[in-house]
């Protein structure tokens, strides 16, 4: 109860103003207090709900799911998250919706939020075109909110786009402050985000633009890794080089994995598709050039065939600190002799770490939660102590 | 507040004996006092959650929904009202279910049904099978719970069907009785159900039918306009006559847009599929002649291509009422240059009317709510009067 | 009440303790007083139900379900339970995830389970398999838990495997524990488990099994009877023959399907597929030889229609007890000239125990219910009564 105490203080102390009623896509547009309460809050929800509390804030409404890419792992988080807090989850399956009988965003977003408080979004497929997307719902919903259509504005998580994917990098970052005892024992350690070889084409930039985008904020040495022609978005280098600077921590690239692994804390190792090329494909996909698009990713595998040897072996890992690196992966990954022949990381590797990578990913349902909590609560601190105080069982307890 | 005890009282005088425990199909099949109480219960429910006041009268049992055909705001619209009452939402996915294994509708129909108390049907594809469906579901459950397999017995909402539309109808007259102050107002005032060109071809006359059934109802100056050819069903023509003579209203039909426009308060203007067209292709369908359903839509797409001066455009608006009809549709609406090359309305006349269209459509939750609520109550105004000194909170507030 | 009070009094006499934080899944894996406990559960559940007393035992959580095989009954079994316990239900559509991307079983079912208290899985398609995933899938979350990544540890109930149905077979037993007054009144009753023509190839062994396997624990005189070639396993053939031997009741095998009816009490009667054949489908699944799934298809489609013989028809059900045998199917049931033209059952028998089988099927959700109230709480008899004396309103009451 301490250690909740010390959360609701913690976050009764960061000025969340401008999150109420608001939206979170990439982490880049929220200040350093906003980060933080949104991590303090998804630990105090996780402490509430670790003491049988329940969370729940509404006593009915809806969650809306909308997933324009496969998911297992994200869309079970936002289920969770919604069900935490006493929301719904509705899923917009847009197979099975009009929406081809095409009509506009501004329609559909608006149609699907009459008892929405929260939306959810994934839509990492396409430059640019994932974070359109997700703006034109918001300018949708909280114009529906202001002119008398829906009674309440529903708040937008960002669940992936093309350029971040804030409620996985958050996830992250909860789960190394929770390890290293401190967001403050961040400063100075070495965390490196490679590129990995995997079999499978064109993964999303994402993860890799938003881990560098997120960790040196904290005064971490972050290196980018990746064979010459991987380079992620300029503008997302560039977040993480005036981030750097800020944090009086470091930013640096290389095309060398072993000099990135070198005496590392902390790997995270992915594949992604080269930046250029995912911007070819939008711009034949805006053409509707499926030729065009297939082209393409024979040109991507074969040129992705080549780096076979970027991977996280056991080899690579006794490069870093103590041969002792914490490995980190958002999952699912592409593992050496179990889910592809040649894969991002050796299975022993992998298993090693699995119990690590499995907490990891437990955080996201909280930080997701801790999103929307953040954007309905004008005084988060004290709704927090309010469901403490209010003691309301998840499960019932045997007298 | 007051509008909520004003509203209680009106429905505490409405005689709703037979809406409880029975089912909400066509409007035709409710008299005046049924309609009525369904529309300010939905006002009701809307006014308590607008004051974040709970509506659950349910702590759990499901809401099962089976949409024969696509749909984003129905479906929305139904879960919605289901979550607002308390119950969730089950979606019977035919095809990941074993119906095709040759099963019974009364046996699906009470499989479902062990702990639900609402089914939400969408049928409006063939003529006649919809509505046979329906009952055909009603019958199921009623006979189960009767004989004591079902403990209580789920109520159906008519989600469309082929001949009605009762959600649509129900909530485009809650929108213009808002709008003009008072059912009372309606007296007089000339709505026109006009056919309009769309590009795709066989759209459900329910709507159009849904529309003049109920309109004529309340004294309106009902027009009915379509090219020759486009007749809808004759039985519904009868209601709509015989509802314009007990109302003091009037019902009329035209061959003539411009006629029809012609100083016109409210204008409905939807594309729809000629009734004779859609029982051949009904009978086509019984015979399980696709061929022949494919020649037909051939026909039918040539026939409709004759059509395309059928539109919503602004000329056409400027012969309404001082050039300011109320523009109304079930949403979504072929635009003309935007969603379709050619549609059912020009693109600045949808845009000037957009707000109000999304107004007409959030009445529709409520509307569904309603007939939930008055299938489970006997006395609805005695229960709101309780929802409202619960005084649950929807949302949890701030201290 | 005292229904209750004689249930929850018998439930605090039975040793539950292994089924605190277990899994359900075969019923030979439990004991008497395990099964008995089960169905008292599940008995005093629905007289809770029937009295309007709400058995919402978690405030949140979910229930994921993992259908490999299409389903209606047994997903909405499942959904019902789930939600009369307060659990949202949330599916893994295996189609929409990323487990084509290769992640392992033990990862997925972590992924999914962080706030989930229940899955229910039906995996029943190939001999071994649907067992072995269980298993997996409860490793995975029960050393998860464990090891600190699952706050709780979600329990798994087993709708359906390759070898037993124990969902079903439980609901079965209360039904005849209910037609007949007790479970005492179960001894040397004949119940019948005879396979019966259908044109559907393949269908699982699971039901033939679980009424064998579980009918002889009471002292039933069990009779399997099927064609020649149309074997079960012959490790539940043993179980069956132990259970016969230790609860003082029968167990004997039949080609001669009306010797099998003769005097019977009870008749259920059902198609499925050869063991050895479908060991063999198993076989050349594991090699990824499709053709030779499609050739032993066609092979054993030809030997399935030699048995057209094997149905219950009006003569057939004449030769049991007093010709009036109690007819059961788990459904849907294919029946002789309305889902088949040669069937497993005669129209007019099937629709003089219409009645009686959906009451049959009446009993699974709460067996479900049963099944995750036992793995939830140390002391289900205190709980029970807690609820009664919570007596919170499942639907509210009107004043």
Partial sequence: MAKFNDLVANIKNLDTNKMYNNDFLQTWKKNDAEISATLKTADALRDLRERNISTKVFDSGLGISIFRDNSTRTRFSFSSACNMLGLEIQDLDESKSQIAHGETVRETATMISFMA????????????????????????????????????????????????????????????????????????????????????????????????????????????????????????????????????????????????????????????????????????????????????EQELLQENSQHQDWSCTEDMMKLTKNGKALYMHPLPADITGVSAEKGEVDASVFDRYRDELYKQASYKPYVIAAMIFLSKFKNPATVLKQLEARGQERKLSEE
């Avoid at 993964?203 to 890794?225: C, E, H, N, Y």
């Avoid at 790997?267 to 995912?278: E, G, L, Q, T, V």
């Fill in 117 to 296: 408080d929260a939306i959810g979004i994934r839509d990492d497929m396409y430059i640019g075109k994932g974070t359109d997307y997700m703006h034109q719902v918001i300018d949708a919903v909280k114009g529906s909110n202001e002119d008398g259509i829906l009674e309440q504005r529903p708040n937008l998580v960002d669940l992936q786009d093309d350029e971040d994917h804030p409620t996985q990098a958050l996830a992250d970052l909860d789960h190394i402050i929770h390890k290293y005892g401190g967001v403050e024992n961040l400063k100075g350690k070495k965390i490196v985000m490679s590129w990995a070889y995997s079999p499978s084409y064109g993964k999303p930039l994402s993860v890799a633009q938003s881990i560098i985008a997120l960790m040196t904020r904290f005064g971490m040495d972050v290196v980018l890794a990746h064979p010459e022609g991987y380079e992620v978005m300029p503008e997302i280098e560039d977040i993480a080089k005036k981030n750097a600077e800020k944090s009086g921590g470091k930013f640096t690239k290389t095309n060398d994995m072993k000099e990135a692994f070198n005496d590392a804390d902390v790997i995270y190792c992915k594949s992604w598709a080269p930046f250029k090329a995912m911007q070819k494909r939008t711009d034949l996909y805006g053409k509707g050039d499926f030729d065009g698009i297939d082209k393409l």
